[in-house]
């Protein structure tokens, strides 16, 4: 084959063994540009929300491609942030070689940015993405905090080990599987809405296992403008299989009257504790004299005897009263269909503030997660306690939980094999109503699941 040798080879004497060499070694430029397509680029998610002073941020996925060319020769950047303030074109960082490659962001403030991700291929050919990102602002134990993304309104964790933990939300009915050692959306969903037959969310607020057996309550009480929903009077099990990121569950019975059961129980005890009144048209839940189970553990040595913990009513119904624990004295019967049976009820001293949540390790050491009964903006005082779990026995308080952060202390996930001194407990908040990225929105009414979320948190005990 002939090769025509431009004027300018024959002068430097590389004839056409020159222009084959050229052509081979990509330094004719414009034939070599001439032969690349333009750049893919795809990204694992659309939206993406992170957090400043955060650890353990989530990252996406980026996935990059250029016919005729080796991926590896491609490089990703960050071209535009529409909120600098927000995160710098400087403050994304992209790891990884070929085709694949990782994205992670460094926040600076409160707020939100589009970013705009640009693949850069040979031939200078490009191609871009934009991520929507939203950060939230920095909180108190950043280094040991993590983001629960996918929904704001966690209710109750589970620990089902590795590291692990199974979350309801009391905005839906579905539990979400979260590898807690970092931020990020859950690894697994199950949607039970159908196999508890609710059209509406059954207010899941607390949970416990026992075995390969969780144990759920509903709230009980009415919704916030003192209706009753049907849906709320709900207590179910879930069967587990498999622990950490392989865990597996099945929904397995369910029972709608321990409400009613409740309230009869109450009445025939000469109405002590009003539940009658809290549950009737009109009475809102979380006020003093309300209705509203928020915790859910068993007894010391039983697996048949569980405590339910009310955020309210306080015991008397007043500012400064005790908290109240109901003892279902044949829980595993209950679910199945049995109704339920009550044994003497426990009132703890915990300063004024009723039960968010209650805890236990395999030696009966209790932690209570203490909070105000109101429905207020998250602002009052919240605190862990050590219990006994012996009725009379006056639980100590271990720990007082920050409270200028956004979101609520609402669940213990696990207490260590030792309630002492110095032991690590990892406690989940509630952010639904906080308004994270500062536009005015609750989470909970965020459009995007990604950037809906709660945090998880270790503690040190005091």
Do not use: C
């Amino acid at each position: 084959m002939r090769v025509p040798v431009p004027p300018s080879l024959r002068r430097t004497g590389l004839g056409a063994a020159g222009a084959l060499l050229l052509a081979a070694t990509g330094l004719n430029g414009s034939a070599q540009a001439a032969s690349y397509g333009t750049p893919t680029i795809s990204l694992s998610a659309a939206y993406l929300s992170g957090a400043v002073g955060a650890s353990a941020d989530p990252t996406v996925a980026v996935t990059v491609s250029q016919s005729g060319a080796d991926p590896s020769a491609l490089t990703v950047d960050v071209s535009k942030s529409s909120k600098t303030s927000v995160v710098g074109t400087g403050d994304v960082s992209v790891t990884g070689t070929g085709g694949s490659r990782t994205l992670a962001v460094t926040a600076h403030a409160r707020g939100y940015t589009d970013l705009t991700v640009r693949v850069n291929g040979l031939g200078g050919k490009t191609a871009t993405k934009t991520l929507h990102y939203a950060a939230s602002p920095a909180v108190q134990y950043s280094a040991d905090a993590r983001y629960l993304t996918g929904a704001s309104d966690a209710s109750a964790a589970v620990d089902v080990g590795g590291g692990y933990l199974l979350v309801a939300n009391d905005e839906d009915n579905t539990l979400r599987l979260y590898n807690g050692s970092v931020s990020g959306a859950p690894v697994k969903t199950w949607d039970l809405s159908g196999k508890l037959g609710a059209d509406k969310e059954a207010d899941i607020e607390g949970g416990t296992r026992v075995g390969d057996t969780v144990y759920w309550t509903g709230s009980l009480g009415n919704n916030k403008d003192g209706a009753y929903k049907a849906d709320r009077n709900t207590v179910f099990t879930t069967k587990l299989s498999g622990s950490g990121a392989t865990t597996s569950l099945t929904f397995t019975s369910a029972y709608h009257k321990l409400r009613d059961d409740l309230v009869a129980w109450d009445k025939s005890h000469d109405d002590r504790y009003g539940f009658a009144a809290a549950t009737a048209k009109g009475k809102v839940p979380k006020s003093v004299d309300g209705f509203n189970v928020e915790g859910l553990e068993f007894a010391p040595g039983s697996a048949t005897t569980a405590y339910l913990g009310f955020r309210a009513p306080l015991t008397p119904a007043v500012t400064g009263g005790k908290a109240l624990l109901v003892p279902v004295t044949n829980l595993d019967k209950v679910v199945t269909g049995t109704k339920a049976a009550f044994g003497t009820p426990v009132e703890l001293d915990l300063g004024g503030l009723s039960v968010r949540d209650i805890r236990k390790n395999a030696a009966d050491e209790y932690l209570i997660l203490a909070g105000s009964w109101a429905a207020d903006d998250n602002s009052d005082p919240y605190a862990l306690y050590r219990w006994d779990g012996v009725p009379g026995h006056a639980p100590v308080k271990a720990l007082d939980l920050p409270t200028t952060d956004a979101g609520g202390w609402e669940s213990v996930v696990s207490v260590p094999a030792s309630a002492s001194a110095g032991a690590r407990v990892q406690l989940v908040t509630d952010d639904g109503d906080a308004d994270l990225y500062g536009d005015g929105t609750q989470a909970k009414d965020l459009d995007h699941p990604e950037w809906q979320k709660s945090r998880s948190t270790w503690f040190t005990l005091g």
